[in-house]
Each structure stands twice: as structure tokens, then as C-alpha cells.
């Protein structure tokens, strides 16, 4: 089984990486695990690239998903879950449906806020764009 693990450093998403710590004795074999941060692009005003060049943007992205990613790495190595480990830069939900699409992933896991529906209207939800876009399962870990 292939999982992508959705996380971005808060307390939710590391909900889902010690969720899925739990699970892995569970496997028969032990699961690929996609870990993953989606970072959303920094917008570009006209003439940016006159004082900010494309390597200080990707500097940006990659301290700034490396901080991201950093806990999840260290629980899972704790746990002696394997994984592969990747910084995207997109609009989150279409990125890591892409990305699990692209991959082969038959799961995509992700923490939830756990707002309700009158919160969900207010401030929407990646894990609810997720569900609605993905065409593989998504387990939502509260």
C-alpha cells in the first residue's frame, strides 16, 4: 500500500503521522509513505524578479517546507517508518491530489481541524477540497 501523508507542521497534521504510526504493525507489508508539504506560491508582482531571483524563492521554499516536514521526520524515523519525503509548491488540495495520482497512491491521510460545518463555510477546509477532488480514498485523522 502506498500512502500519502499530508503534513504541514501543526499539531493536526502530526495527529495523522502518529495516527498512522499506530497503524503500520497493522500491514501486512509495511507501506510506502509519501510524506508531504504543499507550499502555496509566493505571488510574483510585475518586476520581482528584478529584486528577488528564482534561487532565493526556491531558498525560501525548501527552509520553509524543510520546517514543515521536520517533526513528521522525526517521529516517524523514531518509529522506524520509512518514507520518502518531498516540498511541493502549489494550490494545496490540487497539488497533493495530483501528486497521489501521479504516484500511485492508494490513500491520501491528512489531519482535519475538526471545525464543523458552520466553520468549514466560514474558513473552508484543504482536508474537505481534498476529499471532494481526490479520486482515491482519504482517511481523515480528527
Known amino acids: 500500500m502506498k500512502i500519502l501523508l499530508a503534513v504541514d507542521g501543526s ?17 501486512r507489508d509495511k ?8 507550499h502555496l506560491p509566493v505571488p510574483r508582482p510585475l518586476g520581482m524578479h528584478l529584486v528577488i531571483g528564482k534561487n532565493d524563492i526556491d531558498k525560501y521554499y525548501s527552509e ?5 516536514l521536520a517533526e513528521a521526520k522525526k517521529r516517524l524515523d523514531a518509529a522506524g517508518v520509512s518514507y520518502a519525503a518531498q516540498i511541493l509548491v502549489g494550490q494545496i488540495a490540487e497539488t497533493l491530489n495530483a501528486h497521489a ?15 464543523g460545518a458552520p466553520g468549514r463555510m466560514l474558513l473552508g477546509s484543504v482536508a474537505t477540497a481534498v476529499t471532494h477532488l481526490s479520486k482515491v480514498p482519504v482517511l481523515l485523522v480528527k
Open 11 to 27: 499539531k493536526f497534521s502530526l495527529d495523522a503521522v502518529d495516527y498512522l504510526i499506530k497503524q503500520v504493525p497493522q500491514y
Open 31 to 38: 507501506p510506502q509513505v509519501e510524506l508531504i508539504t504543499v
Open 64 to 68: 520553509e517546507g524543510e520546517s514543515c
Open 101 to 115: 495520482e501521479k504516484t500511485g497512491c492508494d490513500l491520501i491521510l491528512i489531519g482535519t481541524h475538526g471545525r
